[in-house]
């Protein structure tokens, strides 16, 4: 392949997120060569994308054979399931690749990991870090000098002030707010519409104004 040639794209995951990682690649000028299956079908939210559903990382590999070197980026919600296929993808031997929509802001000095997926209306603040393959969601904002842990997600709307820590594989649901300052653990959750402004251990699920861990009764 000519060194100035681009590798071939493709995503893996055939979900609603597929869409939206599609969506943002064609805004940026990039047309994938198409989706990689992991789980089960569902291909139904794809049948008007324009592009094939090229192999699946579980049962062929064919497709990544037939493809050779090629970037990829893993659009599912999930993040421990994304996790695990991006580990398997780098395995196969592709490479990683950050996917920001153009009408994303990434301000000065932010850095943005590899297999990152920066939507559509969000705003990465000064200094601030985003982890290996997280997701910022649809309209949320990371202040400065925050820091995404790896396999994290930012749900839609969310909003984090200046100089929070999010833990890896820890997801921020939609329209969630976090003060300064906040350290929130590994592997936790917070909810939708939930404002923490206490620390969040790992491995605890908050809800709530404020936000408090959810006992068995409120638990979603």
Known sequence: MDPETPLPFVIVGTGDHARVILDALRASGRMPSGFVEVDRPR???LRDAGLPIIGD????????????????????????????AYERALELGL?????????????????????SQICAG????????VGANAIINTAATIDHDNIIGEH??????????GRVMVGDYTHVGIAATVIEGIRIGSR?????????????????????????????????
């Open 95 to 115: 490479t990683a690749g950050a996917v920001v929509h153009p009408s994303a802001v990434l301000l000065g000095e932010c850095h943005i990991e590899p297999g």
């Open 122 to 129: 969000s705003v990465i603040g000064v200094n601030a870090r």
């Open 57 to 84: 990382m579980k049962a062929d590999l064919g497709w990544y054979e037939r493809l050779g070197p090629a970037l990829f980026v893993v659009a599912i919600g999930d993040n421990e399931i994304r996790a695990e």
């Open 43 to 45: 291909t139904s939210t």
């Open 152 to 161: 994290a997600s930012i749900g839609p709307g969310a909003h984090l002030a």
């Open 188 to 220: 936790s959750y917070i909810a939708a519409g939930g404002a923490v402004v206490r620390d969040v251990p790992d491995n605890v699920r908050v809800a709530g104004v404020p936000a408090r861990a959810m006992n068995s009764q409120n638990r979603g």
